[in-house]
């Protein structure tokens, strides 16, 4: 197989800088548009400039650090789909859009090149699928693709972000941090992965659930909006919908709660509320089992043990970590909840760091668990409990956060996928911390720097 380093031309370093000032033109326009009337988009530019820093960074680190992997493999399978297009567009429009049985490897010679991911990896492939008009747009160039793909991805982001600033406005500096800036989704979160659709579609989900819900703006395009989003993360990650939905139902449940006004019937009530929310995300998550497959709820478990034991086995070599066995069974898994958490916000630590990409990471995560320790010790633990409680978009992200951060660190026994898989709970978490601070200040008057 050609690999796609030794096709690295000119070329690709000469048209990428086209489309970013294209790009860049364009969204100037759009933040000038718009920044009278919302002031929070005075980070627009900079925030997609950073994210296009960051695809590009990833795609020279796997160039020349790891010379090749994910990236590279998605970019050449939709390459030689779009190589394909010009042999046989029949062979392409059916293995593009079809359910791509009728394709099969005789379809692909040396002068289309051939795929690495395949229509049996459905997951893979569904990111293939994606890329391919872009990669045609790209005119089959790496970074101009990449390129391409942070701007589009960007637009969940952004979306993300909006979310957070309407509900706490003048915490629009704080906000920017925790969703635009934070430098592992700037870097695993840009480029051509899974992780930067899925961390777009979560935006995206955020977002359209906020304004339909929430809000209340009963523009059927938001529906859309969810349904999409959900979709998308059904085909690349289904994981991360079973985090998101009980969330939401729970954040909807806290909105209402938070609307009656007698104090005994919000106590009645509100449990009801929960469990009602709960109830429903559970019977939401049995219809899609079709869609499912392996992450089916009567079955997630038994999964998320055999995963966990295949990921800390030795051919991962000294990137390993080991949270301890568990069965398939509730109880054994609820005791891994402390340990799983927490490897999944804060691990590779410094005491972990085996290479210059974990030490990176590394002191993100070290600054994050010093963030919180503080704010614990300053709020009590009552208090920080009882803050999330009383606030319903406090505790949708810290729900959303801490059951994500809980799947990954339960099933991922490898830093190198860690530090990867866990970029959608991010944003949430440190938002929350944020939030958290914001709302200690206006309770006691009190000013909290770090």
């Given at each position: 197989m050609q690999s796609l380093l030794d096709d690295l031309s000119i070329f690709d370093f000469l048209l990428a800088p086209i489309y970013i000032l294209l790009i860049w033109v364009i969204a100037d326009f759009v933040k000038n548009k718009n920044i009278l009337e919302h002031p929070e988009y005075k980070y627009f530019v900079r925030g997609l400039l950073v994210k296009i820093l960051g695809a590009i960074s990833l795609?020279?680190?796997y160039y020349f650090y790891y010379t090749g992997g994910d990236t590279t493999n998605y970019f050449e399978t939709a390459r030689a789909y779009v190589n394909l297009s010009v042999k046989n567009q029949?062979?392409?429009?059916?293995?593009?859009?079809?359910?791509?049985?009728?394709?099969?490897?005789?379809?692909?010679?040396?002068?289309?090149?051939?795929?690495?991911?395949?229509?049996?990896?459905?997951?893979?492939?569904?990111?293939?699928?994606?890329?391919?008009?872009?990669?045609?747009?790209?005119?089959?160039?790496?970074?101009?693709?990449?390129?391409?793909?942070?701007?589009?991805?960007y637009s969940g982001v952004w979306k993300l972000y909006r979310v957070f600033?309407?509900?706490?406005?003048?915490?629009?500096?704080?906000?920017?941090?925790?969703?635009l800036f934070?430098?592992?989704?700037?870097?695993?979160?840009?480029?051509?992965?899974?992780?930067?659709?899925?961390?777009?579609?979560?935006?995206w989900y955020t977002y359209a659930f906020h304004s339909f819900f929430i809000r209340k703006k009963r523009n059927y395009m938001f529906l859309?909006?969810?349904?999409?989003?959900?979709?998308?993360?059904?085909?690349?990650?289904?994981?991360?919908?079973?985090?998101?939905?009980?969330?939401?139902?729970?954040?909807?449940?806290?909105?209402?709660?938070?609307?009656?006004?007698?104090?005994?019937?919000?106590?009645?009530?509100?449990?009801?509320?929960?469990?009602?929310?709960?109830?429903?995300?559970?019977?939401?998550l049995t219809q899609l089992e079709d869609v499912l497959g392996l992450y089916k709820v009567d079955t997630v478990l038994e999964h998320a043990s055999v995963v966990q034991k295949d990921m800390k086995a030795d051919y991962y070599g000294g990137n390993s970590f080991d949270i301890g066995d568990f069965d398939?069974?509730?109880?054994?898994?609820?005791?891994?909840?402390?340990?799983?958490?927490f490897s999944g916000i804060f691990r590779p630590g410094l005491w972990d760091v085996k290479n210059i990409v974990m030490f990176v990471s590394s002191l993100e995560n070290t600054y994050l668990l010093l963030l919180t320790c503080f704010l614990l010790i300053k709020l009590k633990l009552y208090t920080f409990f009882n803050m999330i409680g009383k606030n319903a978009m406090l505790l949708f992200?810290?729900?959303?956060?801490?059951?994500?951060?809980?799947?990954?660190?339960?099933?991922?026994?490898?830093?190198?996928?860690?530090?990867?898989?866990?970029?959608?709970e991010l944003p949430f978490f440190v938002s929350g911390i944020f939030i958290l601070r914001h709302l200690y200040e206006l309770k006691s008057g009190k000013k909290v720097r770090f």
């Open positions: 795609g020279l680190v029949a062979d392409f429009f059916h293995g593009w859009l079809g359910d791509a049985t009728g394709v099969d490897w005789e379809f692909f010679d040396s002068e289309t090149g051939y795929p690495v991911y395949f229509h049996k990896d459905k997951h893979a492939f569904f990111v293939v699928r994606l890329l391919i008009p872009l990669t045609m747009i790209a005119f089959k160039s790496y970074f101009t693709c990449t390129v391409l793909v942070a701007t589009i991805t600033v309407y509900e706490f406005p003048e915490l629009k500096k704080e906000m920017a941090i925790a969703v934070i430098p592992s989704c700037i870097f695993w979160g840009s480029g051509i992965l899974k992780d930067s659709f899925t961390l777009s579609a979560v935006g859309i909006e969810i349904f999409i989003s959900a979709y998308i993360l059904i085909s690349i990650k289904p994981y991360i919908l079973f985090a998101l939905l009980p969330g939401s139902i729970i954040w909807l449940s806290g909105q209402w709660i938070a609307r009656i006004k007698n104090k005994t019937f919000k106590v009645i009530l509100g449990p009801i509320f929960m469990i009602a929310g709960l109830a429903t995300a559970y019977i939401g398939s069974d509730v109880g054994s898994i609820i005791a891994k909840a402390p340990i799983a958490i992200c810290m729900l959303f956060a801490l059951f994500f951060a809980f799947s990954v660190g339960l099933t991922v026994a490898n830093f190198g996928s860690l530090v990867r898989l866990r970029i959608p």
